[in-house]
């Protein structure tokens, strides 16, 4: 489950709407229900800053370009990089990107 405005994964049951659970994001307020579209606009502009990110752009810039807070950011390549067999360990991703 993951908020559908900003992504997060920080995501709390926030009582019943009808027969649906409710869930509030931790990091940005958005209240949604379990059935809400999570593949939509949150996971393009991820895609779109994993990308950057690959790509050698810092979180700032990325931050810049993308109106995505630079946090955000930081949390999904962390994600991305738990999600690789081998992942690099996390110290090593900077506010300066890590391909400089
Ligand atoms: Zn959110």
């Known amino acids: 489950m993951k908020c559908p405005k900003c992504g997060s994964s920080h995501i709390r049951k926030n009582g019943k709407r009808g027969d649906k659970q409710n869930h509030i994001c931790a990091d940005c307020g958005r209240q ?7 593949l939509g606009y949150a996971q393009d502009i991820k895609k779109i ?6 790509n050698g752009m810092g979180f700032r810039q990325i931050e810049r370009c993308t109106d995505v807070s630079h946090n955000s950011v930081i949390n ?14 996390i110290e090593t991703i900077t506010l300066g990107g890590s391909y400089k």
């Open 76 to 89: 999904w390549v962390k994600d991305a990089a738990k999600q690789l067999p081998e992942h690099p360990p």
């Open 49 to 54: 800053c994993l990308k950057m990110y690959c």
């Open 32 to 38: 949604f229900i379990d059935t809400y579209s999570v």
